[in-house]
């Protein structure tokens, strides 16, 4: 059983992609050829919508802060959107809260990338 998918959409010169269910050891490589894909597709930021992310292990954490690095190189911004409190805390307690940006919707995210 798959517990794990990401969906990907470009917004203008960014993308958006809806994470959905665990992000663990057997779905990070899954998550981190997603990300890849829209990292070299886009040329100013990458959303990733955490509204539907249940879980996340070590290793998911690895995959988000490969892409944050490669998101720091191309100098865009990567948004972590709608963290559930679970995955908010896990962020906080490990400081990545102060590293990797986050926003409450796409629409703030958008915004706060504008600046």
């Not at 203008?12 to 070299?40: H, M, P, T, W």
């Not at 802060?65 to 720091?72: G, R, S, V």
């Not at 409190?85 to 796409?106: H, M, Q, W, Y």
């Amino acid at each position: 059983m798959k517990t794990f998918s990401v969906t990907t959409d470009t917004i203008g010169k960014g993308a958006l992609l809806r994470f959905k269910g665990e992000l663990d050891a057997s779905s990070s490589v899954y998550a981190d050829n997603a990300l890849e894909e829209a990292i070299a597709a886009s040329s100013v930021f990458v959303l990733i919508e955490c509204g539907e992310l249940t879980y996340i292990s070590s290793a998911g954490l690895g995959v988000l802060l490969a892409a944050f690095q490669a998101c720091k190189l191309k100098e865009m911004d990567l948004v972590m959107v709608n963290m559930q409190p679970k995955i908010r805390n896990v962020f906080e307690i490990l400081g990545l809260d102060r590293l990797i940006k986050s926003a409450e919707t796409v629409e703030d995210a958008r915004q706060m990338i504008a600046k």
